[in-house]
């Protein structure tokens, strides 16, 4: 028998497999059991919030920023798109959900965010 640790889409796996004639035998192998529990992953780092009165436009999902469209100040209609995030190799257009200002822009081109991270405050 052999002791086998598996990783299968990001939970670990401990199993036991049998040798037969020198060469392992898939019928053989156990019910793969969990293995124990793998330390925590460290916190993602703190999104910043809002300055008082802004709404943050935050990120939907973790990515990789590919384009920063608006500047400070720049005022921007609903639909107007304010960010593009690169994430499983699809270009996500995030959108400005209403008129306004743009307050703050809080990302840069190339730069990776995960999900809820703030991306730009608009007033």
Do not use: F, H
């Amino acid at each position: 028998m052999k002791n086998l640790r598996i990783t299968v889409n990001g939970t670990v796996y401990d199993v036991q497999v049998e040798e037969v004639d020198g060469t392992a035998s898939p019928a053989a192998v156990s019910t793969a059991q969990p293995a124990a529990p793998k330390a925590a992953a460290p916190a993602p780092k703190a999104a910043a919030a809002a300055p008082a009165g802004g709404e943050a436009v935050k990120s939907p999902m973790p990515g990789t920023i590919i384009s920063v469209n608006v500047k400070a100040g720049q005022s921007v209609k609903k639909g107007d798109v304010l960010v593009v995030l690169e994430a499983m190799k699809m270009e996500n257009e995030i959108k400005a959900a209403k008129d306004g200002k743009v307050v703050s822009v809080a990302v840069n081109k190339g730069e990776s965010v995960d999900t809820g991270t703030v991306l730009v405050t608009m007033d």
